[in-house]
């Protein structure tokens, strides 16, 4: 497609790339890195309609399927709200997801903040 359209999207995905490392940051035990088995949580597959992890948002992101930094914050937050969902409250997996949640969408925001050329919806 049109020259500035390739541009945008190039720069997107380099934006979106950094922000999965910045975010990836937030997570060292690395809980959120791949999909969730339901060998490690019972019944998780039917439970949680729409799985999502890090790995998968990588995977995504090559494949070209974010067009806007909207797009990637749903995925993120999703993620989150599934381990929110999933695990009870009082679980170490739940604070972490609720941490996880509250400090990415904040990296992403400053990202943002500091790109207002990013294409934001
Ligand atoms: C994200 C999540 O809900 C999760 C990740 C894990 C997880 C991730 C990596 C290694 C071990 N466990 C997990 N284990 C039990 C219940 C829930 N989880």
């Not at 992890?53 to 090559?62: E, G, N």
């Not at 399927?65 to 937050?77: G, I, N, P, T």
């Not at 599934?82 to 969902?85: D, E, H, L, S, Y």
């Given at each position: 497609s049109h020259p500035t359209v390739l541009l945008s999207r190039a720069s997107l995905k380099?934006?979106?790339?950094?922000?999965?490392?910045?975010?990836?940051?937030h997570d060292p035990e690395g809980i959120f890195a791949e999909?969730?088995?339901?060998?490690?949580?019972p019944g998780y597959s039917t439970?949680?309609?729409?799985p999502m992890?890090?790995?998968?948002?990588?995977?995504?992101?090559?494949n070209h399927?974010?067009?806007?930094?909207?797009?990637?914050?749903?995925?993120?937050?999703l993620m989150c709200k599934?381990?929110?969902?999933y695990n009870a409250p009082e679980t170490v997996y739940f604070s972490f997801a609720k941490n996880m949640m509250e400090d990415g969408v904040k990296v992403i925001e400053r990202e943002v903040s500091l790109r207002?050329?990013?294409r934001y919806g």
């Open positions: 380099m934006f979106l790339a950094n922000i999965l490392r910045l975010v990836q940051k999909p969730v088995t339901d060998e490690i949580a439970l949680i309609k729409y992890d890090l790995t998968t948002m990588a995977t995504k992101l090559s399927a974010y067009s806007s930094v909207d797009e990637f914050r749903s995925d993120f937050v599934n381990a929110m969902t207002p050329d990013i």
